[in-house]
């Protein structure tokens, strides 16, 4: 049965309820408008408690408690939303990481980012963590100089 889920996720054919009058339908993204104010939300299945995670408008299936706790706060898991048609994203997987660098006169000195599909993205303000359900006390140290090396994605507002 997960496998099914998770082809279906990946597929962009997904339609899970939500708990609590949630629907979240994970359609094709070309037929579906991106949902820009959905972003941030965490919205846990009722039946099997898969976790998703709405980023530039497109739910992210966030594979597992462990990847979930690596990045969000539990806190965050909203149940008392009405989500109509979202388009489907990537999943967020083990290899998603809240990063920062803390060398003196780095250029990305301090900056706080989420390392995701292969980029840095930017969380541009401590509102953008907060929004987004990042829990800061799971960010990581890294080398500036590795970091830096990192293609620039998207930002993170």
């Given amino acids: 049965m997960i496998k099914n889920f998770r082809r279906m996720v990946l597929a962009g054919t997904l339609t899970a309820s939500t708990g609590l ?9 070309q037929s579906q408008s991106l949902r820009q104010d959905l972003n941030g939300l965490i919205l846990r299945h009722p039946r099997n408690g898969m976790i998703f995670w709405v980023d530039e408008g497109r739910i992210r299936h966030i594979y597992g408690m462990n ?9 965050a898991i909203d149940n008392d939303i009405s989500v109509t048609s979202i ?11 809240l990063v920062r660098c803390e060398e003196a006169n780095h250029p990305l000195n301090y900056g706080i980012y989420f390392l995701d599909q292969g980029t840095k993205r930017h969380i541009l303000s401590p509102e953008a963590m907060r929004q987004n359900n990042f829990n800061v006390s799971k960010v990581r140290n890294v080398d500036c100089q590795a970091l830096d090396a990192i293609p620039d994605g998207p930002d993170i507002q």
């Fill in 87 to 97: 388009a489907g994203g990537p999943p967020v997987t083990n290899k998603n990481r």
């Fill in 21 to 29: 009058g949630i629907v979240a339908s994970v359609v094709n993204a």
């Fill in 67 to 75: 990847v979930f706790d690596n990045l969000f706060n539990r806190s």
